[in-house]
């Protein structure tokens, strides 16, 4: 009798284990599921959304004379508190589906817009940071009347800063001008540059290497001078355990020159250390 009671026991035992085994399995399972849906939702967002049609694909719709981008005007920022600056970011919305281009005549009328001025720390430099992806960027004055420009291509825009200085304040940003990989639109996937623009001059400067990609700045200290990083494009399809291969390059503001950081002499001896083949 004891062992008939032992036996139901552990069968009962058994049971709640296998349903508490089953349900935990369940959950594994749509804690899975959801966060693929999730990956994939954010992925092909990032791929649509905030990107540039590549050029291929827009003769095709130039031919039908048809548009899948609208452009869109962002919230003006204040840089110039003094001088009542702003900057206007442009962005772009992707349509689900081709639309017919009406050409637009007249003058347009943007509504009130809320504004958000930058509080300015005193010292000899400041950073601003502006989020998001854009398709260009308008410097307005509006005491003036004046409106600029920065581009008059297309391209994609991220990581606006505005850098305060005793003489000058300066726009540095990343840029992404053409579809490298081949997917069809104009992003951040793509090869990156470093763009400079000077709010009291008007000049642009373009920091670029090649098909070297920019992945990070800091200006040398007290000085426009900047170290730039480089991801090294030859290494774009060989995987890594960690991040890609990198160079520093030291961009000479007024000289408007680039050059390597490190010397090559060192860069070849660091790598012999590294593989071993020590030299005296």
């Known amino acids: 009798m004891k062992i008939e009671k032992i036996k139901n026991f552990n069968q009962v035992i058994l049971a709640i284990a296998g349903i508490l085994g089953l349900i935990l399995l369940l959950i594994f399972i749509v804690m899975a599921v959801s966060e693929l849906f999730r990956d994939f939702g954010y992925n092909r967002s990032r791929t649509i959304t905030n990107s540039l049609i590549s050029e291929d694909k827009i003769e095709m719709l130039n031919k039908d004379n048809l548009r899948l981008q609208i452009v869109s005007y962002e919230s003006p ?25 009406v050409e637009f005549s007249g003058d347009g009328i943007m509504g009130l817009l809320d504004t958000y001025g930058s509080t300015r720390n005193k010292g000899y430099s400041f950073e601003n940071y502006f989020d998001g992806l854009f398709a260009n960027i308008i410097v307005y004055k509006p005491i003036t009347n004046i409106a600029v420009l920065l581009f008059n291509e297309r391209i994609m825009l991220s990581g606006i800063r505005t850098y305060y200085f005793k003489d000058d304040i300066l726009l540095v940003f990343y840029t992404a001008e053409n579809d490298t990989n081949n997917d069809g639109f104009i992003n951040f996937d793509d090869n990156t540059n470093l763009c400079i623009y000077s709010l009291k001059t008007g000049k642009m400067r373009r920091i670029a290497e090649g098909t070297n990609s920019v992945t990070g700045y800091q200006f040398v200290e007290n000085t426009k001078d900047l170290l730039v990083e480089f991801s090294l494009s030859q290494y774009k399809d060989v995987k890594f355990k960690s991040y890609k291969p990198r160079k520093i390059m030291k961009y000479e503001f007024d000289a408007e020159k680039l050059s390597e950081a490190v010397p090559a002499n060192i860069q070849q001896q660091m790598q012999n250390l590294v593989e071993g083949r020590i030299t005296q």
């Open 77 to 101: 920022k204040l840089i110039d508190t003094v001088n009542a600056v702003y900057i206007i970011p442009v962005s772009v919305s992707t349509l689900d589906k081709p639309e017919t281009v």
